[in-house]
């Protein structure tokens, strides 16, 4: 299947910084990606929709001045966390989906946040 | 809207015993419906998939699911569980061949030796 990769895999930053989180897609295009981010046990709740070339488009209840998103190509976007707080600790996953010829979604590995 | 439901938590099984995690969904079109699991702090890997065709469909590592369009169902299943299948499994819908996927809760599988 397509892969999509995710840097870095862990981080660990403290209050008030930014970090940049890069999800790419290694063997497609993608014109679309999503970004999620997931608690403990729980499911993945989706943030925003990634558009190469555009605005992203944001979920009820996601601040989009404190994730800023940017799809600069169509083989990367990035999630960048501004400010960080403890509370924006978390998993967070990127996923893609070649523009044709599947309807499945590949996710990154993921990003572990830890804001101290 | 369209909404998934996994009404297990968690799945307990002994290996070699078949395996069943159970999904429901609810879309207004025609369902894409996939089956993704999760190993501890990766993403999710992807499993199998229906979008039309045979009811009946079969994925990575043994595993199959059955879509059943009266019973809005859409079970995932293993005749023979491994060790190595304890992770989380998620059940996910799409209404149609574009837009957000949604997610169902997530089920803990764990089998034992």
């Known amino acids: 299947g397509a892969v999509v990769s995710q840097h870095p895999s862990w981080v660990i930053c403290k209050s008030g910084t930014s970090v940049k989180i890069e999800c790419r897609s290694l063997?497609?295009?993608?014109?679309?990606m999503f970004w999620y981010r997931q608690f403990p046990k729980q499911s993945l709740m989706l943030m925003a929709t990634?558009?190469?070339?555009?605005?992203?488009?944001?979920e009820q209840g996601v601040e989009k001045d404190k994730f800023l998103i940017n799809h600069a190509s169509l083989t990367l976007s990035t999630l960048t966390v501004t400010s960080a707080h403890p509370e924006d600790s978390s998993f967070y996953i990127c996923?893609?989906?070649?523009?044709?010829?599947?309807?499945?979604?590949?996710f990154g590995q993921g990003t572990r946040l830890t804001v101290v | 809207a369209q909404s998934v439901a996994q009404p297990e938590d968690q799945v307990n099984v002994a290996e070699g015993n078949p395996l069943t995690v159970k999904c429901t969904y609810s879309?207004?079109?025609?369902?894409?419906l996939f089956w993704y699991v999760q190993y501890p702090n990766r993403g999710l890997q992807f499993l199998l998939k229906?979008?039309?065709?045979?009811?009946l469909v079969k994925g990575s590592y043994g595993f199959e699911a059955e879509f059943n369009k009266s019973q809005t169902s859409f079970h995932l299943k293993k005749p023979s569980a491994l060790v190595s299948d304890s992770a989380l499994y998620f059940c996910?819908?799409?209404?149609?061949?574009?837009?957000?996927?949604?997610f169902g809760a997530g089920t803990q599988v764990v089998v034992t030796p």
């Open positions: 996923s893609a989906s070649p523009s044709t010829g599947t309807e499945e979604a590949f």
């Open positions: 063997d497609f295009q993608a014109t679309t």
């Open positions: 990634s558009n190469e070339g555009s605005k992203a488009t944001y």
């Open positions: 879309v207004s079109g025609n369902p894409y």
């Open positions: 229906y979008i039309t065709g045979d009811n």
């Open positions: 996910a819908v799409r209404d149609g061949s574009w837009g957000k996927l949604q």
